[in-house]
């Protein structure tokens, strides 16, 4: 089973984003070459120009494209496209691989082994929700994941609602729990020989490996998940303001 970043329309600057990327990487315009000018991109989009440095900026983000202030736009050397990922991975995706799809390869209820049980502060053998799930762009993986879930948090999640990439909101919705909070920790480590099968790779290569845990309102872990992203698919994105809000800061 199988779905789309988002079951409705996407946003204009979304689609323009989308044509524009799908010119870049078959070739239009070359690895170092200067895009049109905003005007002509406007006119051969038929949006507005907000829409277009929308669109732009989004590529930008991706590496496919270099910004230069005063001179214009040009197609980045080399063109080698990653999804800047933010812990957000539902609107990472939305905004910058529209054509994301998730199949579940597999669904089960298993004993907890230790360290899910000390993850999810369950008693060690008791019944967790089990799935495994890979992310694709056309052929490309870009996500492998193992999702273990608390019984009681785990209510009506069917593949429908696990092969959702916005998963976060439709399992609060199918299982009427409010997650409020999540932990990630991201690292570079070696693939192991089945994250390797699954996102194309050779064992050992390099490879980004998330943690993340989701908690309701109570603070109560309820789901453990361990993903596995393709480094020349992903990248990790941050952003950080200075200076701290007034109200951060101590006296």
Known sequence: ?????????????AQAAETLRERILRGDWLAG?????????????????????HALNILAEERLLLRRHGSGTYVAEPAARRIPLRID????????????????????????????????QVEPGSTVLAAER????????????????????ARNLDRRVLARV????????????????????IEAVRAD????????MEPCAPVLRSTEIYENHHGEPAGLFV?????????IDAAYEWPPRASSVAP
């Open 193 to 200: 020989p089945e994250s390797a099968l699954h996102l194309g």
């Open 134 to 153: 890979l992310d694709r762009l056309g052929v490309k993986p870009v996500a492998w994941d193992q999702v273990w879930i608390a019984l009681r948090f």
């Open 33 to 53: 070459a200067q895009l049109p000018p905003e005007r002509r991109l406007v006119d051969e989009l038929g949006v507005s120009r907000i829409t277009v440095r």
């Open 227 to 235: 993903s596995w992203y393709h480094p020349e698919q992903i990248c």
């Open 1 to 13: 089973m199988s779905t789309r970043t988002k079951n409705r329309k996407a946003p204009r600057y």
């Open 89 to 120: 991975y539902t609107m990472s995706m939305a905004a910058h691989a529209p054509g994301l799809r998730r199949y579940v390869l597999r669904r089960r209820r298993v004993p907890a082994f230790a360290e899910v049980a000390e993850r999810l």
């Open 166 to 185: 916005d998963f976060a909101e439709a399992w609060s919705h199918a299982a009427r729990v409010r997650i409020t909070r999540c932990t990630q920790r």
